[in-house]
């Protein structure tokens, strides 16, 4: 059974910084496209980041370009976030999807029950 | 504002078919394939459609998708009180170089 772990959220302070994990299991990790999606609340879904299965394609979100770093170690199973200069707007539940392949998509077959993440002083 | 434009809502009574539409761009929709998902009331978002028109192992077959050059439509037939959540597209944006979503759809069964 696949499944997706989220981890690392919580409240910081504008400016501030935060990383999330992703702990995966039931699959090949190595093996799939990973992504990172955040729904603010009350709001719809947006897509923050994607990273290919050997790392080699990264992809972000305008939003969040320059601030996020999205990474994975496949022999951790474990994808990973680095959010810094955290802002307001920021505030959100992130998501841990899989892809559906190998490279980067908008297929996200499988997905984790979020982290909450608050910016707010 | 989303990339992909969905009407904000749409309603149905049980037994009823609905149709829930999502448009885009030839730099999205029209170039690329299109995805749906379901998020039910407090839950993760769930893959309906991938694709266009294919259905993930254990969707049922009341869901339909389809493309026609830059709009796609989720069908869903023989309504059910529990297919009252939000439906939102998605397709990759080339001029973007990642992924977009519509706005989303909240379905209520009347």
């Known amino acids: 059974e696949v499944q997706l772990v989220e981890s690392g959220g919580g409240l910081v302070k504008p400016g501030g910084s935060l990383r999330l994990s992703c702990a995966a299991s039931?699959?090949?990790?190595?093996?799939?496209?990973m992504n990172w999606v955040r729904q603010a609340p009350g709001k719809g879904l947006e897509w923050v980041s994607s990273?290919?299965?050997?790392?080699?394609?990264?992809y972000y979100a305008d939003s969040v370009k320059g601030r996020f770093t999205i990474s994975r170690d496949n022999a951790k199973n474990s994808l990973y976030l680095q959010m810094n200069s955290l802002r307001a707007e920021d505030t959100a539940v992130y998501y841990c999807?899989?892809?559906?392949?190998?490279?980067?998509?908008?297929?996200?077959?499988?997905w984790g029950q979020g982290t909450l993440v608050t910016v707010s002083s | 504002q989303s990339v992909l434009t969905q009407s904000p809502s749409a309603s149905g009574t049980p037994g009823q078919r609905v149709t829930i539409s999502c448009s885009g761009s030839?730099?999205?929709?029209?170039?690329?394939?299109v995805n749906w998902y379901q998020q039910l009331p407090g839950t993760a978002p769930k893959l309906l459609i991938y694709?266009?028109?294919q259905r993930p192992s254990g969707v049922p077959d009341r869901f339909s998708g389809s493309k026609s050059g830059t709009s796609a439509s989720l069908a869903i037939s023989g309504l059910q009180s529990e297919d009252e959540a939000d439906y939102y597209c998605?397709?990759?944006?080339?001029?973007?170089?990642?992924?977009?979503f519509g706005g989303g759809t909240r379905l209520t069964v009347l």
């Open positions: 694709s266009n028109n």
């Open positions: 990273i290919s299965s050997s790392s080699s394609y990264i």
């Open positions: 030839s730099s999205n929709i029209g170039s690329n394939t």
């Open positions: 999807a899989r892809g559906g392949g190998d490279y980067v998509s908008a297929t996200f077959d499988y």
């Open positions: 998605a397709a990759w944006y080339d001029s973007l170089n990642g992924p977009v």
């Open positions: 039931g699959f090949t990790f190595s093996s799939y496209s």
